[in-house]
């Protein structure tokens, strides 16, 4: 089984960067798509970017378009979430998260059971 761990999460203002990072470890995670989803104070765990194995196609929800970049190096086993001009409403422990499951991806990316595997979550709060 593959185990996810997030890092790179932290505070910072309004306009600023950060660059979550999932690190893979156990069994190879050949093949499987990958994705980052949020979940803010209070509210429900919300898509936010994924990836396919080959990088070739991304997805990312409307709000973060334009802002956020996922991105993944196979060999090393690592997802990235590069997350520019944020905003006090980005604010949420971000999950990383992959499917075994890919067949379907291109038109299941944003569904949450689509992933079956999950990290356990970064923090990122954004000051006005």
């Known amino acids: 089984q593959v185990q996810l761990v997030e890092s790179g999460g932290g505070l910072v203002q309004a306009g600023g960067s950060l660059r979550p990072s999932c690190a893979a470890s156990g069994r190879t995670f050949y093949g499987y798509a990958m994705g980052w989803s949020r979940q803010p104070p209070g509210k429900e765990r919300e898509f936010v970017a994924g990836?396919?194995?080959?990088?070739?196609?991304?997805y990312y929800t409307d709000s973060v378009k334009g802002r956020f970049i996922i991105s993944r190096d196979n060999a090393k086993n690592m997802l990235y979430l590069q997350m520019n001009s944020l905003k006090p409403e980005d604010t949420a422990v971000h999950y990383c998260?992959?499917?075994?499951?890919?067949?379907?991806?291109?038109?299941?990316?944003?569904?949450?059971?689509?992933?079956?595997?999950w990290g356990q979550g970064t923090q990122v709060t954004v000051s006005s």
């Open positions: 998260a992959a499917t075994t499951r890919p067949k379907n991806y291109h038109t299941d990316y944003a569904r949450r059971d689509v992933y079956d595997i």
């Open positions: 990836i396919v194995w080959s990088a070739a196609s991304t």
